[in-house]
T-cell receptor, first 112, second 111 residues
Framework: QKEVEQNSGPLSVPEGAIASLNCTYS??????FFWYRQYSGKSPELIMS????GDKEDGRFTAQLNKASQYVSLLIRDSQPSDSATYLC????????????FGKGTKLSVIP | NAGVTQTPKFQVLKTGQSMTLQCAQD?????MYWYRQDPGMGLRLIYY???????DKGEVPNGYNVSRLNKREFSLRLESAAPSQTSVYFC??????????FGPGTRLTVT
């Protein structure tokens, strides 16, 4: 069973702080990693993808991947109330696989 | 570009009724997916189509059928709806880089 685990939260951070979201996965053969943001009642929206070890930055978002430890994280700098949402981690397992396995998501609340 | 579109947005069915959920994408993507999302269960893959003319089962295919009508369209059919199929259904399509893009969803209630 290929599993993707996330702390369900809620994670509460004050406005302007750094929010840190974590995800671990069980399959060492996992190839690609994604973070989606989902507002209540809306569909998941892709915000970051990362394919190799290290950090990838896009605006206020930084994705970090450590394949040896089998975790991927998302940092949100200068958190805003508009960042309040559920963040889903998704993992593509195995070369040639077209499927993603999703974690259950972490709910983030940014307090003004 | 509309991206991924789904119809209907909301539907209420009685147990035993059938219906088809429609999905279309205008991004020229080869692969398309159907997921369901339930509280506490996360997103689970029902069926997917890696390319036009092919379909494969995902994690929770029982009670569903799919049709890849052409490159743009991928439909999900419930032949005999059950209360356990009450859920939010999302269609997604995939570009070459394995990133999936989601439609707005269909909220289905089976009574």
């Amino acid at each position: 069973q290929k599993e993707v685990e996330q702390n369900s939260g809620p994670l509460s951070v004050p406005e302007g702080a750094i929010a840190s979201l974590n995800c671990t996965y069980s399959d060492r053969g996992s190839q690609s990693f994604f973070w989606y943001r989902q507002y209540s009642g809306k569909s998941p929206e892709l915000i970051m993808s990362i394919y190799s070890n290290g950090d990838k930055e896009d605006g206020r978002f930084t994705a970090q991947l450590n394949k040896a430890s089998q975790y991927v994280s998302l940092l949100i700098r200068d958190s805003q109330p508009s960042d309040s949402a559920t963040y889903l981690c998704a993992v593509r397992t195995g070369a040639g696989s077209y499927q993603l396995t999703f974690g259950k998501g972490t709910k983030l609340s940014v307090i003004p | 570009n509309a991206g991924v579109t789904q119809t209907p947005k909301f539907q209420v069915l009685k147990t035993g009724q059938s219906m088809t959920l429609q999905c279309a994408q205008d991004m020229n993507h080869n692969s398309m997916y159907w997921y369901r999302q339930d509280p506490g269960m996360g997103l689970r893959l029902i069926y997917y189509s890696a390319s036009e003319g092919t379909t494969d089962k995902g994690e929770v295919p029982n009670g569903y059928n799919v049709s890849r009508l052409n490159k743009r369209e991928f439909s999900l059919r419930l032949e005999s709806a059950a209360p356990s199929q009450t859920s939010v259904y999302f269609c997604a399509s995939r570009d070459r880089g394995y990133e999936q893009y989601f439609g707005p969803g269909t909220r289905l209630t089976v009574t």
